[in-house]
């Protein structure tokens, strides 16, 4: 049987039991909601997430379904990205940076640290990410989101244009081979969907069934391999055995 | 004259949606259909919906614990399930209160549809 995620998902307790009796089997919690962490100072952040260790426990103990804790940085600039990337990386499972601006889908792309991309397409025209950065996210797995509420959001006379961005996305990762991952960014029950029903919707943007699949199940569960082994990684390609 | 009923194998071959609706407000049987429809045709449009044989066959109202929670059972062609379920997660307001579509499964026939995915709870029809 194939274990969905869901890396996007705001750190709610009703939210973790409905998106359980969904059939996900884990959850990213973000408790800093979609780009409203102001920029972001570093006490701020550390607060956000020592509220998410304790609900992450309590969570842990009613459902099966497992969460990780999850850290949105949403910043002006490349320089603070990266600043805030390294500062709250021990505290963080997974790390999501809000796209949307070029010089910081660039930043994101170039840095091993960040785990996902969220939205390079965020208020553009293009899809946000080129050839370049498509190759340097395959070489430091980061992983590109595609936003379900993103495309719910929009207007329905608008869906076509959002489809397109992620139809490009979708082009470039067939040909340079990134990680792209499906995400509902809920912040109420009304925004998570079935695993299966996302799957059916990606059918609309050209991905099949397999890639589909992989994007909502793979991917997350790779990162989250990733970010467990993170601490034993000396250099790239050296790494720490007990 | 009534239509002489078609051969078997020249009729449309189906497949019944169990699907399930959580909405702010309590919906109608109508409202239900025009979410779907409308969804439908705007991510399909009319030419990509006809080929759906797209058919509400029943709703059910099954309140509990305070959430309007509608069921009911939508029928499609065969080979065009994946398609019609990719509406689902496309409808998101009605009136501009939330609404959300979870499909509960896929059955062949409208009994097992109603056996497997719809519970004995949910017995005001409507």
Request: hydrophobic share 30%; net charge negative; no cysteine.
């Given at each position: 049987m194939i274990l969905f995620f869901d890396f996007h998902v705001k750190d709610d307790p009703e939210l973790v039991k409905e998106a359980d009796r969904l059939g996900y089997a884990g959850l990213a919690l973000f408790s800093n909601g979609n780009g409203n962490n102001?920029?972001?100072n570093g006490n701020k952040v550390e607060v956000a997430s020592g509220e998410t260790t304790n609900q992450e426990n309590s969570t842990k103990k009613e459902n099966p379904i497992k969460t990780y804790k999850g850290i949105f940085i949403s910043a002006k600039n490349p320089e603070s990205m990266r600043q805030k990337v390294k500062k709250s990386r021990k505290n963080a499972d997974v790390i999501m940076v809000r796209g949307g601006d070029q010089k910081i889908n660039r930043a994101a792309c170039e840095d091993p640290q960040v785990d996902i991309l969220s939205a390079p397409y965020l208020k553009r025209r293009d899809c946000g990410i080129n050839h370049v950065m498509a190759k340097k996210a395959a070489l430091n797995e980061v992983a590109v989101e595609l936003n379900i509420k993103y495309l719910t959001k929009t207007n329905s006379y608008l869906h076509y244009k959002v489809l397109s961005h992620f139809r490009e996305i979708i082009k470039l990762e067939r040909k340079y081979g990134f990680p792209l991952i499906i995400t509902?960014?809920?912040?109420?029950?009304?925004d998570l969907h079935t695993p299966q029903d996302l799957i059916a919707l990606s059918g609309c943007f050209g991905l099949d069934r397999e890639e589909a699949e992989a994007a909502l199940s793979e991917t997350p569960q790779k990162i989250i391999e990733r970010s467990e082994t993170r601490d034993k990684v000396?250099?790239?390609?050296v790494k720490i055995i007990e | 004259m009534k239509l002489k009923i078609l051969p078997p194998h020249l009729r449309n071959k189906k497949r019944y949606l169990a699907f399930e609706v959580r909405s702010q407000n309590p919906l109608t049987r109508d409202e239900v259909i025009s979410l779907i429809w409308g969804a439908a045709g705007g991510l399909y449009g009319s030419c990509g919906v006809s080929g759906f044989d797209l058919w509400v066959v029943k709703v059910w109202k099954c309140n509990s614990s305070g959430q309007n929670i509608t069921k009911g059972i939508l029928r499609c062609r065969r080979g065009k399930v994946d398609r019609v379920r990719s509406v689902f997660p496309v409808i998101n307001r009605f009136k501009g209160k939330r609404v959300v579509f979870h499909t509960l499964g896929v059955s062949g026939t409208i009994k097992s549809a109603r056996r497997k995915f719809i519970k004995e709870g949910s017995q005001s029809l409507f």
């Open positions: 102001s920029s972001g509902s960014d809920a912040e109420s029950i009304y000396v250099v790239d390609g | -």
